[in-house]
């Protein structure tokens, strides 16, 4: 199901395993899993989950395990691994374009449609 609220597509799998948020007027992107984990793409590029990961870049394994686990890539991008609540309080903060109506809460998912 894919839905849009305020420049924002809503997207739920149908065996209801994630919830995506993907901000079509920056690209940010806000994902929930079923067992709650999170994990989120800010407008920078930058990667931060708050559960462990596995990850190859270029064929080099890295591994994020602990909070505060940080990759930092060759073009200035981080990946880190913080806890849901830092994640979803970022999100809140850095999910949405100047000026765009804030339709989502991150910490409630509660959704807002524009009047």
């Given at each position: 199901m894919i839905?849009?609220?305020?420049g924002v597509?809503?997207i739920?799998q149908?065996?209801?395993?994630?919830?995506?948020?993907?901000n079509?007027?920056?690209?940010?992107s806000?994902?929930?899993?079923?067992?709650?984990?999170?994990?989120?793409?800010?407008?920078?590029?930058?990667?931060?989950?708050?559960s462990?990961?596995?990850?190859r870049?270029?064929?080099?394994?890295f591994?994020?395990?602990?909070?505060g686990?940080?990759?930092?890539?060759?073009?200035?991008?981080?990946?880190i691994?913080l806890?849901k609540?830092?994640?979803?309080?970022?999100a809140?903060?850095?999910?949405?374009?100047?000026?765009?109506?804030?339709?989502?809460?991150?910490?409630?998912?509660?959704?807002t449609?524009?009047?």
């Amino acid at each position: 199901m894919i839905k849009t609220v305020s420049g924002v597509d809503l997207i739920h799998q149908a065996d209801g395993s994630i919830w995506i948020y993907r901000n079509t007027k920056n690209n940010a992107s806000f994902m929930v899993r079923k067992d709650g984990e999170v994990s989120y793409d800010d407008t920078l590029e930058n990667y931060m989950t708050s559960s462990p990961k596995h990850i190859r870049i270029n064929f080099e394994p890295f591994v994020l395990k602990n909070y505060g686990d940080e990759i930092r890539k060759s073009d200035g991008t981080r990946m880190i691994m913080l806890p849901k609540k830092e994640i979803q309080e970022i999100a809140n903060k850095t999910f949405y374009a100047e000026g765009q109506f804030h339709a989502i809460d991150f910490l409630t998912y509660t959704i807002t449609e524009e009047k």
